[in-house]
């Protein structure tokens, strides 16, 4: 992983070393999620940058409560795994709102058991990867009316052997949640790959991000014990030295690439520590995520960024019909 000289901090910097000097007032932000872990100290630090926040939440009267201390802050409900609920709040924002110039795809579960959404869905796709595919889609009318918009989806640490599983993407068999999590945090940065090429004309740019290691309400899937073989706690529940940084610096990244100016005519790209990574460049396969694009398009009926709103019909060529979930390396966990 090659850093580029593209910024001006790295691991240690925190939501506010990277909105020093950044004016948000009069901007538009959705964050998904924005009440919890990760998304709370980004929407805490862009509506203290002037920032007006949306958060859609599937837990409106929580998230109104957390987020009750912050001015410029609205919650309205969203269930990004349920594809009426993500429609509903898009409509809604669209009607109510001029624009919306950056949108942070935040939201995720991960390592859950088994279960099953929508129309049989599998739950971390149909979260993390199908609800922002969706919901960006809808909000496409209020992306391109900024004028110059970005989109951040929050993937994860990036593994080169992760794999789409093209022949059974919704797990139906052999169901490993580790693979499944994995699997969602690729199409994270997939779709931000392919949705900066579609977007750019028009003027929405797209990144996706790893924010590290942080302890955050994310965990909840997992058992001590787990938690304790994989080297992040000890016994007594304390954290690896040094292993994890806290939410205000794990929020770095995103909230760096929503609104630094060194990324200006810029996008498509995966940022670790606040930097662009060059290094997995010629790794994010291109071909895979039109594919990803086309199989999303195709499951959720939307497709708003191809001139050609049809929604086209999706066959699995060979060359996609190989994908090894086991190849996934567990150890990376987040
Ligand atoms: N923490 C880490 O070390 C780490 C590492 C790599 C990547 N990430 C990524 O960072 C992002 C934020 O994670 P976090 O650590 O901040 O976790 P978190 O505190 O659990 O926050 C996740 C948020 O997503 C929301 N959410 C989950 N399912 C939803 C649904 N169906 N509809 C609407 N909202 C939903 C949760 O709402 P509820 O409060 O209602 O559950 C919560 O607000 C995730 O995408 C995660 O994969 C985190």
């Known amino acids: 992983m090659t850093p580029t000289s593209r910024t001006t901090f790295g691991a240690h910097s925190t939501v506010a070393d990277v909105l020093a000097g950044i004016d948000l007032t009069g901007k538009t932000v959705i964050v998904t999620g924005g009440h919890s872990g990760l998304g709370l100290s980004t929407t805490r630090a862009l509506a203290g940058a002037g920032a007006r926040v949306v958060v859609p939440a599937r837990r409106v009267d929580a998230a109104r409560q957390t987020l009750s201390d912050l001015d410029g802050v609205e919650v309205d409900f969203c269930d990004l795994a349920e594809r009426g609920s993500v429609r509903a709040f898009a409509d809604q924002f669209v009607g109510t709102h001029d624009a919306v110039d950056i949108v942070i795809a935040n939201a995720g579960i991960m390592a859950c058991p088994e279960t099953r959404v929508g129309p049989g869905w599998e739950a971390q796709f149909a979260t993390n990867?199908?609800?922002?595919?969706?919901?960006?889609?809808?909000?496409?009318?209020?992306?391109?009316?900024?004028g110059r918009a970005r989109v951040v989806v929050v993937a994860s640490g990036y593994n080169p052997a992760s794999r789409i599983r093209?022949?059974?993407?919704?797990?139906?068999?052999?169901?490993?949640?580790?693979?499944?999590?994995?699997?969602?945090k690729l199409a994270n940065v997939l779709f931000a790959r392919h949705l900066?090429?579609?977007?750019?004309?028009?003027g929405v740019r797209a990144f996706a991000i790893s924010?590290?290691?942080?302890?955050?309400?994310?965990?909840?899937?997992?058992?001590?014990?787990?938690?304790?073989?994989?080297?992040?706690?000890?016994?007594?529940?304390?954290?690896?030295?040094?292993?994890?940084?806290?939410?205000?610096?794990?929020?770095?990244?995103?909230?760096?690439?929503?609104?630094s100016p060194q990324l200006d005519e810029c996008g498509g790209r995966y940022c670790v520590d606040c930097t662009v990574v060059d290094g997995f460049a010629g790794t994010i396969d291109d071909e895979e995520a039109a594919h990803?694009?086309?199989?999303?398009?195709?499951l959720t009926g939307i497709d708003n960024f191809n001139s050609d709103s049809s929604v086209p019909t999706v066959s699995l060529p060979h060359e996609f019909g190989g994908g090894d979930a086991a190849a996934v390396d567990k150890g990376r966990g987040q």
């Not at 919901?135 to 992306?143: Q, S």
């Not at 022949?167 to 699997?183: G, I, L, P, S």
């Not at 001590?224 to 794990?250: C, H, K, N, S, Y």
């Open 129 to 146: 990867h199908l609800g922002h595919y969706a919901l960006v889609n809808l909000l496409r009318p209020a992306l391109v009316s900024s």
């Open 166 to 184: 093209w022949d059974d993407v919704q797990f139906t068999r052999e169901y490993d949640k580790w693979a499944a999590y994995a699997q969602s």
């Open 196 to 202: 900066d090429v579609l977007g750019r004309s028009v």
């Open 211 to 259: 924010p590290g290691y942080i302890l955050t309400p994310l965990q909840r899937h997992l058992a001590t014990e787990e938690m304790v073989a994989a080297g992040w706690i000890d016994v007594d529940g304390t954290p690896t030295a040094g292993l994890f940084e806290t939410r205000e610096q794990g929020a770095a990244t995103q909230v760096w690439a929503a609104t």
């Open 292 to 298: 990803l694009w086309r199989l999303s398009a195709e």
